[in-house]
């Protein structure tokens, strides 16, 4: 017998004033995120841990495990591993081998890899659920009035990218009942409304039934489940918009904040398609197309960035939270300032090459070179041309998501100089205002523009980087770390006794030049250890101290120190490796 048009499997009514659910059961659970599970949380904190402090209650290692676990079980897997070959404990400081080393760098590439298929997945979802139609081929058996033509992932995703979150009482209350497209920017304003009261509170059903209307499903526990595939299926499953709400609200994930944008600024609207089903999916497969397209334009460079490295999450807490006009990295040579900035507007702009440009200042680096100047033109003789940031500037304009600007060696000019009367509206409160260059045209900075820099202290330079430039750079400090000199060594399969001694000879020089750790990214053996020294350690030390004979003896003292114990070491070696005769007349 042929269903009464208005009902859906299962035998439950589908109101025609909204959207339903016309699951006969609900997957409020659904998760189709694309991530690399299989690594132990145990094996995956230790990992993490290279050159921690292995001591009672063990807060650091645990904290990187990121699940409770007692201190004896923790001891336990420490144990577990350690006879592994993976890692060991050293004067109270837990190492990982060379094989730990590998295993970590694996785990390491294969997020990477991982980040990239998430991307095109998610990118593929975004152009197909923003074709999905309320009323299509499949779904004419559910009572929808013949004249609705909402996109009901896109209508969600509009509200959040307008509203910044979306409460499931407002998607239940509001949004389930917009069944035509021009219905939808009133139920927005209406939301928004809501929000301005004093005491909104949607979680209170009183509250929201004044504010937001009757509920669809007026029994609180159907409601919850009713609604949650809606916010499963628009954010595909946690992929494009978070799976665990914060206080009832939903946001776009960082993926879904890069990618759904671009989808809401293309014009998209209801298509007739009858029952032909073949022409429906036909429809949805040629946005399969346009995101292979999209991607393949585009080149992609992998970062090589933890999503909880400490340095990232410190800049992006800086840059979202503080909303720092832009980011200066600081330290001396060989800290990873460079790479810590490349990486980072990798990881920013999610891969995305065309969205990162580098710059370097140097001592003749200008205004013209940096924001604007005239260019020789074969038919005018000079033409005003865009510099590096307007092309930046002009970038940002036209995408959503963040577009970079690396400026590298940061003090090695007169930073004020090269960028003008731009450095004021850098400010995050000044960001989209617009103001005059001196050729008379008028630009802003968009919000969406980040700046990110390197500097180190010992430039002569850096004393004219003014107050007013100052102010505008949230700094993050890298310092000489002894853990990444330990980690390159071990990876470079340098002798134990080598490892002893190189960095008791990084931790010396420290108190006299300060050294970054990568300067011994090469450092295999003693001969490698002893080039380092004499083509870059013992030249920078007679920089430093060509007036202070003194002080360089001392650092020349540090190396014949670290020669001596060097030697040693093979000495006893060599020792213990000779056959021991048994005494006379012992038997044996």
Same mark, same amino acid.
């Given at each position: ?20 659910? /016309?699951?006969?059961?609900t997957l409020s659970e659904a998760d189709i995120r694309l991530e690399l599970g299989e690594i132990n949380p145990k094996l995956?904190?230790?990992?993490? #841990? ?12 645990? %904290? ?16 577990? =591993? ?45 152009? $197909? ?28 995703? %509009? ?43 949607? %979680? ?28 499963? &299926? ?10 665990? /709400?914060?206080?009832?609200?939903? #946001? ?16 998209? #609207? ?20 346009? &995101? %292979? ?78 924001v604007e100047g005239y260019v020789p033109d074969p038919e005018k003789g000079f033409k005003l041309a865009d510099r590096h ?28 100089? $090269? ?86 000879? =990084? ?7 300060? $050294?970054?750790?990568?300067? =011994?990214?090469t450092v295999k053996d003693k001969p490698s250890l002893e080039r380092l020294w004499e083509s870059q350690i013992l030249p ?49």
């Amino acid at each position: 017998m042929e269903k009464p048009k208005g009902y859906f499997e299962g035998g439950g009514r589908l109101p025609v004033d909204n959207w339903g659910t /016309p699951l006969r059961d609900t997957l409020s659970e659904a998760d189709i995120r694309l991530e690399l599970g299989e690594i132990n949380p145990k094996l995956a904190g230790f990992l993490a #841990s290279d050159g921690v402090r292995y001591q009672r209650p063990y807060e650091e290692i645990s %904290s990187r495990i990121g699940e409770q676990i007692t201190e004896n079980r923790l001891e336990t897997w420490k144990k577990f =591993f350690q006879d592994l070959g993976l890692l060991w404990v050293d004067d109270g400081t837990l190492h990982l081998t060379r094989f730990g080393h590998v295993v970590a760098n694996a785990y390491a590439d294969a997020r990477r890899e991982t980040e990239q298929e998430r991307l095109k997945i998610a990118a593929a979802a975004v152009r $197909v659920l923003g074709r999905q139609q309320l009323l299509n081929p499949t779904t004419l058996n559910r009572g929808y009035p013949a004249d609705c033509d909402v996109l009901p992932y896109r209508a969600i995703w %509009s509200a959040i990218n307008r509203l910044g979150s979306l409460h499931w009482e407002e998607l239940h209350r509001v949004m389930l009942r917009v069944m035509k497209q021009d219905q939808l920017e009133g139920a927005i304003e209406r939301i928004e409304q809501a929000r301005e009261k004093p005491g909104y509170d949607p %979680s209170d059903p009183n509250n929201a039934t004044e504010n937001l209307g009757e509920p669809v499903y007026p029994d609180a526990d159907q409601a919850t489940r009713r609604n949650t595939p809606w916010f499963s &299926a628009a954010g595909f499953g946690g992929l494009l918009i978070d799976r665990e /709400p914060i206080n009832g609200r939903r #946001s776009f994930t960082p993926l879904g904040a890069l990618l759904i944008p671009a989808e809401l600024a293309e014009p998209r #609207s209801w298509e007739e398609f009858g029952n032909d089903q073949a022409a429906w999916f036909g429809y949805l497969s040629e946005a399969i197309d346009a &995101a %292979s397209e999209a991607l393949d334009e585009e080149e992609l460079i992998a970062s090589h960035l933890d999503d909880e490295d400490e340095v990232y999450l410190e800049v992006q807490k800086l840059l979202t939270v503080d909303q720092a006009p832009g980011v200066l990295f600081v330290g001396p040579p060989g800290t990873g300032k460079s790479w810590y900035a490349r990486q980072i507007a990798v990881k920013l702009t999610n891969g995305r090459a065309s969205r990162v440009r580098e710059v370097q200042f140097h001592p003749s680096y200008q205004y013209e070179d940096f924001v604007e100047g005239y260019v020789p033109d074969p038919e005018k003789g000079f033409k005003l041309a865009d510099r590096h940031l307007l092309e930046m500037i002009a970038l940002a304009d036209k995408v959503d998501g963040p577009v970079v600007l690396v400026i590298d060696e940061f003090s090695r000019t007169d930073p004020s100089r $090269v960028l003008g009367e731009t450095m004021t509206y850098m400010e995050s409160s000044l960001r989209g205002v617009q103001f005059y260059l001196p050729s008379g045209r008028r630009i802003s900075i968009p919000a969406n523009l980040v700046f990110l820099a390197t500097m180190n202290p010992e430039d002569r330079s850096v004393d004219e980087l003014d107050a007013a430039m100052d102010r505008r750079w949230a700094k993050v400090n890298l310092a000489p770390d002894q853990k990444t000199v330990r980690k390159f060594l071990t990876e470079n399969s340098a002798p134990a006794r080598l490892i002893g001694a190189a960095i008791d000879l =990084f931790v010396a020089l420290q108190d006299h030049i300060e $050294v970054g750790h990568a300067f =011994f990214r090469t450092v295999k053996d003693k001969p490698s250890l002893e080039r380092l020294w004499e083509s870059q350690i013992l030249p920078l030390a007679k920089k430093r101290f060509r007036f202070d004979q003194g002080a360089l003896r001392e650092v020349e003292a540090l190396w014949a120190e670290c020669l001596g114990k060097i030697d040693l070491a093979v000495a006893q070696s060599a020792e213990s490796d000779e056959p021991q005769n048994p005494p006379a007349n012992e038997e044996t």
